[in-house]
C-alpha cells in the first residue's frame, strides 16, 4: 500500500511553498494574489488530504521514510511520515477548516497594508505546515518538530499587531508558558529514545507492548514518561496550571483564534496523547491525573465564562473548558471520544470565533458584549450560525456537540461517577454562558454609540461563506458519531479509528444510556430558558460575591504574578544591582586593574641603566644554574 | 698538570670579567671584560679537550682524534670574536662621535 500515498509528501509541503512566496515576496505581491496564493495552497493539501483519506478508509496505512533526519552510532532517527486513521482525519479537520479560515481572512484582514497582508498569510501558512507535520510526523521527534513551529507561529500571530506593547506582551506570555511544557515534553523524548532506542511510534509503542513491567522499561519509566508528556500537553492544550497564555493570546487577528487558538494548535496535546494511547493505557496512575487536571481545568474555565465581558474572552475560556473536557475523556481511556470531541470542537468552535470576528468587523472593532445588543436583526447571517454553534456547543441534539459531549459523559460515568457529576454541571455551566453571550450580543436594544450603529452592517459573502458552511459542519459533523443506542452501526468514526484507538465498550445498558442523555438534554435546555430569562431584558448587575470572583478569574494570573513573576523580577533586580556590579564587574575590572598595577611596578625595572640591565642578566644566569645544577634532579 | 689548575684560571678569569663588566662604566673596558669571559671560556675548551685526548690514549680507545672538537669551537669563537669586536669598536666610535663620550651611563636615552 506504500505506493497508493506517494503525493503525501505534498500535504505539507504546498503551505510551506505558499509560506516562503508570500513570506518573500510580501512587498511585490497584491493582496489579491496573495489572499488566492495562500488559500489555495490549503486547498490543494485539502484536495490531497481528501484522497489520502479515501484510501486510508480502504484500510490503507503506512510509513513513508524520506531520509535520515539524525543519524549517528545507536540512534537513527528518519524524517518519517506516518499516515492512518487519526493522521487522516487530522489532516482533513486542519487543511479543511484552515482552508475556509484563509477564505474569511481574505476579508476579514482586507484593511492591513499589503505587505502586513502577506504576512499575515505567510503566518498562516507556516502554522498550517507546521500542524501538517505536527500530525503527519511517524515519529516523536517530526512530532516535536511540528509542535514547535505551531509554537512559534502562534506566538507570530498573537504578536501580530506587535506595535501595541500588551500584544507582544501576549505574544511573549504564550511562549514562554509553551516552553515549560516544551521542556517536559522534550525530556520525555529523550526518556524514550534512552529506553527503547527508537522515536518511532511503532517501534517504541512495541517495545513498551512486549517489555513494560519489565527492567528494560519498568512501571515507574511509563508513569514519567506519560507524565512528563502530559506536562507537555498542559501547555500546549492550556491546560492547568499553564492554561492562563491562552485568554491573552485573543491579542491576536480573530481568525487566528479561531484556527490556531480554537480549531486547531490547541488540539495538539490531545492528538499526541492520543498517539501514544498504547503508552498510557499502562499508566493508570497518570491517566487519572490527566483526567482530575482535565475536569479542574474545565470547571474553572467554565466559570470564569460566566462572567467575563469581551466577546473572545469568553470564546476562549470556553475553548480552555472544552479542552479540559477532552481530556477528562482521554483520562478516562476515551481516546475515541477525545477524538470525536477535538473534531465537533474544531468545527463550532471555529465557526463561533469567525462568527465573533464578524460581530467584531461590523462593530468597528468592538469586543465588549455590554455594547453590542440587538444585532440579530442587522447581522441575520451571522446571528443564525452564532446561533448554531451556541446550539452545538451546548449539547441539543441533533448537532454535532450532542453527540461527542455525550460520548465524553458517558464513558466518565462509567468510569467515576463522582466526576460525571462534575462534567455535567460544568456542561451546563457552558450552555449557560454561552447563551449569555449570544442574548446581550444579538438580543434586546442596541447599546453602543450613534456612529456604530449606522456603521452596523452584515459583513461581506467571502466571509459568510465559511460561517454557513461550519454552521453545516456544526449540524452535521456529529453525525459520524451516533452511538449504538441511537443507530446500530451508525458509528462510523469508531470503526474508521478501530485499528488505532481501542474502541469503547461499556457495561451500561441502553435504558441508562438513554435516561442519562434524556436528563442532560432536559437540563441543558432548561439552564438555556433560565439564561433566555435572565438576559432578555435587564442588563448583568455588577458581580458580587464569589461571582466577583469569577470576572476576575480566579485571580490566577495575580497569583502567578505574585508567586512566580515577582519573585523572579525580583531575583533579577538583585541580580542586576548587586551581583553584576560587585562580582563580575569587580571580577573582570579587578582583573584589568592587577595587570595595570603589576605593569606600573614593572615599569621600574627599565630604568635604561645598561649595567642594571647587565647584573640583571646576571643574576637570572646565576639563578638558572643554580636552579639547574641543585635543584632540579 | 690536573684539570683542576685551568679550571680554577678560567674561573677567577671570568669572575674578573664579569665584575668588569657589572662595575665599570668605561665602554671600552667593559668590551675587555667581555673579551676577557670570551677568553676564559676558550681556555676551558682547550684544557677539556686535552683531558679528553690524554684519556683516550690512556684507555687506547679506538678513535680517530679524540678532543678535537673542543679546539675547533676554539678557532670558530675566536673568529666570531673578532668580527664581534670590530663590530663593537665601530658602535663605541660612533657613540663618541654622537655624545663625546664613551661613559654608559649616559646610554640611557635608548629606553625611549
Redesign the interface.
Known amino acids: 500500500m506504500q505506493a497508493s500515498f506517494k503525493l503525501a509528501f505534498l500535504i505539507p509541503l504546498l503551505p510551506l511553498i505558499g509560506f516562503l512566496i508570500n513570506g518573500l515576496g510580501r512587498n511585490l505581491l497584491s493582496k489579491r494574489v496573495t489572499g488566492v496564493l495562500a488559500s489555495g495552497m490549503v486547498l490543494f493539501s485539502f484536495l490531497l488530504s481528501l484522497q489520502v483519506f479515501s484510501e486510508v478508509r480502504e484500510g490503507a496505512s503506512a510509513v513513508i521514510s524520506y531520509f535520515d533526519f539524525i543519524r549517528i552510532q545507536g540512534l537513527q532517527i528518519p524524517f518519517s511520515f506516518q499516515i492512518d486513521a487519526l493522521t487522516s482525519l487530522f489532516l482533513l479537520i486542519i487543511t479543511g477548516v484552515g482552508f475556509l479560515i484563509h477564505v474569511y481572512s481574505t476579508s476579514y484582514m482586507h484593511d492591513e497594508t499589503d505587505a502586513s497582508f502577506a504576512r499575515y498569510f505567510a503566518y498562516l501558512n507556516l502554522f498550517v505546515f507546521s500542524m501538517l507535520l505536527l500530525v503527519m510526523g511517524g515519529n516523536y521527534v517530526i512530532l516535536f518538530i511540528g509542535w514547535e513551529g505551531v509554537g512559534l507561529c502562534s506566538y507570530l500571530l498573537i504578536g501580530f499587531w506587535f506595535k501595541n506593547p500588551a500584544y507582544t506582551k501576549a505574544a511573549n506570555k504564550a511562549f514562554i508558558m509553551n516552553r515549560i511544557g516544551d521542556l517536559a515534553f522534550l525530556l520525555a523524548v529523550f526518556w524514550i529514545i534512552i529506553k527503547t532506542g527508537s522515536a518511532n511510534y511503532g517501534e517504541v509503542f512495541s517495545f513498551i507492548t512486549t517489555n513494560h513491567g519489565t527492567p528494560k522499561f519498568t512501571a515507574t519509566d511509563i508513569t514519567i514518561v506519560s507524565l512528563l508528556l502530559f506536562v507537555g500537553a498542559t501547555g500546549k492544550s492550556a491546560q492547568l496550571p499553564l492554561y492562563t497564555w491562552l485568554p491573552d493570546a485573543m491579542a491576536g487577528p480573530t481568525p487566528v483564534s479561531a484556527l490556531i487558538h480554537a480549531a486547531t494548535m490547541v488540539t495538539a496535546g490531545i492528538y499526541m496523547i492520543a498517539r501514544s494511547n498504547v503508552l498510557y493505557s499502562l499508566a493508570p496512575l497518570t491517566l487519572s491525573i490527566i483526567s482530575w487536571v482535565g475536569l479542574a481545568t474545565a470547571l474553572l474555565a467554565a466559570t470564569i465564562a460566566l462572567r467575563q465581558y469581551d466577546i473572545k474572552k469568553v470564546l476562549a475560556y470556553s475553548t480552555v473548558s472544552q479542552l479540559g473536557f477532552m481530556f477528562l475523556a482521554l483520562g478516562s481511556g476515551a481516546y475515541l471520544a477525545a477524538v470525536f470531541h477535538v473534531m465537533t470542537h474544531a468545527f463550532f468552535k471555529a465557526l463561533l470565533f469567525l462568527g465573533s470576528g464578524s460581530v467584531i468587523h461590523a462593530m468597528g472593532g468592538e469586543q465588549d458584549i455590554r455594547k453590542m445588543g440587538g444585532l440579530a436583526g442587522k447581522l441575520k447571517v451571522t446571528h443564525a450560525t452564532f446561533l448554531i454553534g451556541c446550539l452545538a456547543i451546548a449539547g441539543i441534539p441533533p448537532l454535532s456537540g450532542f453527540f461527542s459531549k455525550d460520548a465524553i459523559l458517558l464513558n466518565v460515568f462509567v468510569h467515576n461517577p463522582v466526576q460525571y457529576g462534575i462534567a455535567v454541571f460544568t456542561a451546563l455551566l457552558t450552555a449557560f454562558y454561552m447563551f449569555r453571550v449570544l442574548i446581550i450580543t444579538f438580543y434586546g436594544s442596541f447599546r453602543g454609540t450613534k456612529e456604530q450603529l449606522h456603521h452596523l452592517h452584515e459583513s461581506p459573502w467571502v466571509m459568510l461563506l465559511p460561517l454557513v458552511l461550519l454552521a453545516f459542519l456544526s449540524i452535521a459533523g456529529g453525525w459520524i458519531g451516533i452511538p449504538a443506542v441511537l443507530m446500530e452501526g451508525a458509528d462510523s468514526l469508531g470503526q474508521f479509528l478501530s485499528p488505532i484507538l481501542p474502541t469503547l465498550s461499556h457495561p451500561i445498558s441502553h435504558n441508562t444510556e438513554l435516561l442519562l442523555m434524556g436528563s442532560t438534554t432536559l437540563l441543558v435546555v432548561v439552564v438555556i430558558i433560565a439564561a433566555w430569562f435572565i438576559y432578555r431584558k435587564k442588563a448583568e448587575p455588577p458581580s458580587t460575591g464569589i461571582l466577583r470572583v469569577f470576572e476576575n478569574k480566579w485571580y490566577v494570573d495575580e497569583l502567578y504574578e505574585v508567586i512566580i513573576v515577582k519573585p523572579l523580577t525580583r531575583l533579577s533586580a538583585f541580580l542586576r544591582e548587586w551581583v553584576e556590579p560587585r562580582l563580575i564587574d569587580g571580577l573582570v575590572n579587578g582583573v584589568g586593574r592587577s595587570v595595570q598595577y603589576t605593569g606600573r611596578q614593572l615599569r621600574f625595572l ?6 642594571n640591565y ?2 640583571l642578566m ?1 643574576v637570572a644566569m646565576v639563578v638558572i644554574l643554580f636552579v639547574q645544577f641543585f635543584i632540579r634532579k | 698538570m690536573p684539570i683542576n689548575y685551568y679550571l680554577f684560571l678560567a674561573i677567577a678569569l671570568f669572575s674578573i670579567g ?1 665584575v668588569g ?2 662595575t665599570r ?1 668605561n665602554a671600552i673596558i667593559i668590551f675587555m671584560c667581555i673579551e676577557l669571559m670570551l677568553n676564559a671560556v676558550n681556555l676551558l675548551l682547550v684544557a677539556f679537550s686535552k683531558m679528553h685526548y690524554q684519556q683516550a690514549v690512556a684507555a687506547a680507545l679506538p678513535i680517530a682524534n679524540p678532543g678535537v672538537e673542543g679546539q675547533l669551537f676554539v678557532f670558530f669563537i675566536m673568529v666570531v670574536a673578532a668580527a664581534e669586536v670590530s663590530v663593537g669598536l665601530a658602535i663605541i666610535v660612533m657613540l663618541y662621535r654622537n655624545i663625546h663620550s664613551v661613559d ?2 649616559f ?6
Open positions: 627599565q630604568s635604561g641603566q645598561i649595567g647587565v647584573l646576571v | 664579569v663588566v657589572l662604566r654608559i651611563n646610554l640611557n636615552r635608548l629606553k625611549h
